[in-house]
């Protein structure tokens, strides 16, 4: 690409780890804009230079926000064209960038998204947890009592929750939403996706909340937490219901392991209830 039309405001997603997650797109735009707006200009750098992107980099970060929006949204106006970027991932989710959205909407700039790596979303993709709807909590509070206060308030939710958590806080948020929502809630820990030491583990809040807490090396990089939403007894008995049904017809031909799996798989119903049953 060598031109890019003019006064757009690029919303570019950069890799979450891996710095080859940069789309052909991305690294063309950031090419050929007439600026780059960064979160932290240091930490861009590498990353840009990996690619061979040589374009002015400027600051956007929560300390310098107000006039740097106003200069970007000037610079907008007078035809130019922008790229946001953050440190990581999906600028505007848990990151900066609103404020320049928001004015350059106002301001009547396009704003085109270059879609790409979100922790969020690479973590759902991979945890095995209902997908078809979630809700993203961003950050919990830092302190144990706000934190459990929020977690109260999201108890009864029924969509998958997905947070984001520092790994210093990792150990004490588990064992708040273990006592929150309970030892059994299924749970998933993604830690450094696509990065070295990726993992992805899936346990009940309570075995995952143990086993984080003995394990330093599970208290250490970046992570995502997803939890089951809260089931509805009444859609629990139906699965129940339907998973008996079906496995009363299977077990006619297959062993009482098989059916019962085929019938968990098929109902939703948990394996183990369908086989006692
Ligand atoms: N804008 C980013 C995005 O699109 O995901 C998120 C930025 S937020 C400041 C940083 C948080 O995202 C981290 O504390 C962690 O919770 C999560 N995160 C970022 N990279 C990650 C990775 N490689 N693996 C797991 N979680 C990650």
């Given at each position: 690409?060598?031109?890019?039309?003019?006064?757009?405001l690029?919303?570019?997603?950069?890799?979450?780890?891996?710095?080859?997650?940069?789309?052909?797109?991305?690294?063309?735009?950031?090419?050929a804009?007439?600026?780059?707006a960064a979160?932290d200009?240091r930490?861009?750098?590498?990353?840009?230079?990996h690619?061979?992107i040589?374009?002015?980099?400027?600051a956007?970060?929560e300390y310098n926000?107000?006039e740097?929006?106003?200069?970007l949204v000037?610079r907008l106006?007078?035809?130019?064209s922008?790229?946001?970027i953050?440190d990581a991932?999906?600028?505007?989710?848990s990151?900066?960038?609103?404020?320049?959205?928001?004015?350059?909407?106002?301001?009547?700039?396009?704003?085109?998204?270059?879609?790409g790596a979100?922790a969020?979303i690479?973590a759902?993709?991979v945890a095995?947890?209902?997908?078809?709807?979630?809700?993203f909590?961003?950050?919990?509070?830092?302190?144990?009592?706000?934190?459990?206060?929020?977690?109260q308030?999201?108890?009864g939710?029924?969509?998958?929750?997905?947070f984001?958590?520092?790994?210093?806080?990792i150990a004490?948020?588990l064992a708040d939403?273990?006592?929150v929502?309970g030892?059994?809630?299924e749970?998933?820990?993604?830690r450094?996706?696509?990065k070295?030491?990726e993992?992805?583990?899936?346990?009940?809040l309570a075995?995952?909340?143990?086993?984080?807490a003995?394990d330093?090396?599970?208290?250490?990089g970046?992570c995502?937490?997803?939890v089951?939403?809260?089931?509805?007894?009444?859609d629990?008995?139906?699965?129940l219901?339907?998973?008996r049904r079906v496995?009363?017809i299977?077990?006619e031909?297959?062993s009482p392991?098989k059916?019962a799996?085929l019938a968990?798989?098929?109902?939703?119903a948990?394996?183990?209830?369908?086989?006692?049953?």
């Open positions: 690409m060598s031109a890019v039309p003019p006064g757009c690029w919303v570019v997603a950069t890799p979450i780890g891996h710095r080859d997650d940069l789309s052909a797109r991305a690294i063309a735009t950031l090419r804009v007439a600026v780059i979160e200009t930490h861009s750098r590498p990353l840009l230079m690619h061979g040589d374009t002015p980099l400027v956007l970060h926000e107000r740097a929006v106003a200069a000037r106006g007078e035809g130019e922008v790229a946001l953050s991932g999906t600028p505007l989710v990151d900066p960038g609103f404020r320049l959205v928001r004015a350059a909407r106002a301001a009547g700039i396009r704003c085109a998204p270059i879609p979100c969020a690479a759902l993709s095995g947890l209902p997908s078809d709807r979630f809700v909590e961003g950050f919990l509070p830092p302190k144990s009592a706000a934190r459990r206060a929020r977690l308030a999201l108890a939710e029924p969509r998958t929750l997905i984001y958590e520092s790994s210093h806080r004490e948020s939403l273990r006592d929502f030892g059994e809630r749970a998933v820990l993604a450094e996706l696509t070295v030491f993992t992805v583990l899936g346990e009940p075995a995952l909340a143990e086993r984080v003995a330093p090396d599970q208290q250490r970046e995502v937490i997803l089951a939403g809260h089931a509805d007894e009444a629990v008995d139906a699965k219901v339907e998973g496995f009363a299977l077990r031909e297959l392991a059916a799996k968990a798989a098929i109902s939703g948990p394996r183990k209830a369908l086989y006692e049953s």
